[in-house]
């Protein structure tokens, strides 16, 4: 191993610890200095919404949990059939669903994951091959609104998508393509230079429950960390490089869902 690639290792390993200090003397926060944080979710921005089941009892599986636990494991191949809407907007809820609102200014929102400080700087966006009654396209779910906007239907990106994924084909040909994206100014309001271990952290929580929630209605799914950041984040419309405005926005973790062949 070089100096050069021991430094950048060194330096990884620092942020796991988390940048910054709590140490009297460090710079305040955002939220310390009294300024106003952001929404708890993005403002729609397309008047093609659709509207999500909200009753999930008759598709999910009478399964224990501890076989869920002993069931889940990253699956990467999927039946041909399409999810249903129902069983999408299940997953959806499980991975972001918001369970109750409080406060203002900022808003905060209680979900069916953890979140640092209750922030919830994650937003989920769907690249949709097959699901019942919905177009082939790009979407956006809106937990506050149990809705989701369509961004681009009818267009095919599974070409796309494989090289943003580096290739893998068998996640861009999938049912259906979770795509996290973090708002890190949600975070960084709260805990400034420690916010970006924090979003990661919140990032696997929301996976874990995707995972969860797959088994517990058939389906499959595969987190993927392997990607093209520049190429993902043009597919999904964000400004490219780095920024310091409150609502930048990248992505920052994905998951393949499908049918479990039988």
């Known amino acids: 191993m070089n100096d050069s690639t021991r ?27 009294k300024f106003p944080g952001t929404a708890p979710v993005k403002t729609p ?11 999930f009892a008759d598709i999910v599986r009478d399964i224990s ?19 249903s809407l129902k069983e999408l907007a299940f997953l959806l809820w499980s991975t972001q669903g918001i369970r109750k609102f409080t406060g203002e200014n900022p808003r905060i929102t209680f979900r069916t994951v953890p979140s640092a400080g209750s922030r919830h700087p994650l937003e989920t966006y769907l690249f949709i091959n097959r699901v ?22 009818d267009s095919d990106f ?39 271990k924090y979003i990661l952290l919140d990032a696997g929580h929301v996976c874990e429950n995707l995972y969860l929630a797959c088994e517990a209605i058939g389906c499959g799914t595969c987190a993927i960390g392997a990607y093209d950041q520049e190429c993902l984040d043009e597919l999904l419309g964000f400004l490219p490089g780095p920024s310091a405005e409150t609502d930048y926005e990248c992505a920052v973790y994905v998951a393949s869902v499908g049918k479990i062949k039988g």
């Open 132 to 153: 019942e009654g919905l177009p082939a396209g790009l979407y956006h779910y809106l937990p506050d609104q149990w809705e989701l906007e369509c961004l681009d239907a």
């Open 45 to 55: 921005g397309s008047s093609c919404r659709i509207s999500l089941p909200t009753d």
């Open 7 to 33: 430094y950048k290792i060194m330096q990884n390993r620092e942020f796991l610890k988390g940048h910054g200090s709590w140490d009297v003397g460090a710079e305040p926060t955002d939220q310390q200095q």
């Open 65 to 83: 949990f501890m076989k869920l636990l002993e069931n889940r494991v990253s699956r990467r191949s999927y039946d041909d059939w399409e999810l």
């Open 158 to 196: 599974e070409e796309e998508l494989t090289r943003a994924l580096c290739g893998q084909h068998f996640a861009a040909a999938a049912p259906v393509v979770f795509v996290w994206s973090a708002v890190p100014y949600r975070t960084e309001w709260r805990y400034g230079l420690k916010a970006s």
